[in-house]
Nanobody
Framework: QVQLVESGGGSVQTGGSLRLSCAAS????????MGWFRQAPGKEREGVAV???????NYADFAKGRFTISQDNAKNTLYLQMNILKPEDTAVYYC????????????????????WGQGTQVTVSS
C-alpha cells in the first residue's frame, strides 16, 4: 500500500506563502494521480489541485494563479506551493493518491483517490 505524510503547514498572515510537502512511500508504482485537498471548519472537503504521472495539472478556480502543484519523482514527494494566502484558505490540507481516472485524466473528486495522508493545518490570519 501507499503511505502519504504531509508536512509544511503552519500559520501565516494574509498575503503570505507556504509550501506543503507530501512524502509517498510503499507501493508508489501504483500511483497515477496525486492531489491536494482541503477541508475548512464546517465545510466539505474540496479538491485544490491534482497532477498525473506526466505532470499534467488541474486546479480549482480558487487556486489558479496562486497555488502550484508539483512533484519531485526522485524524492517521491508531492508539493503545493501556496502564495498570496487568504483567510479563506484556512483549512486542513490533505494529499491523496489514486489510479488513473477516466480517459487517463486525473480529477479533483474525492472518490477518485484511494490513499490519504493525515493532513496538515494551514491557518491564515487577517
Amino acid at each position: 500500500q501507499v503511505q502519504l505524510v504531509e508536512s509544511g503547514g503552519g500559520s501565516v498572515q494574509t498575503g503570505g506563502s507556504l509550501r506543503l510537502s507530501c512524502a509517498a512511500s510503499g507501493d508508489i508504482y501504483s500511483i497515477y494521480c496525486m492531489g491536494w485537498f482541503r477541508q475548512a471548519p464546517g465545510k466539505e472537503r474540496e479538491g485544490v489541485a491534482v497532477i498525473d504521472s506526466f505532470g499534467r495539472t488541474n486546479y480549482a478556480d480558487f487556486a489558479k494563479g496562486r497555488f502550484t502543484i508539483s512533484q519531485d519523482n526522485a524524492k517521491n514527494t508531492l508539493y503545493l506551493q501556496m502564495n498570496i494566502l487568504k483567510p479563506e484558505d484556512t483549512a486542513v490540507y490533505y494529499c491523496a493518491a489514486g489510479a488513473a481516472g477516466f480517459g487517463g485524466f486525473c480529477y479533483r473528486q474525492l472518490d477518485k483517490y484511494k490513499r490519504w495522508g493525515q493532513g496538515t493545518q494551514v491557518t491564515v490570519s487577517s
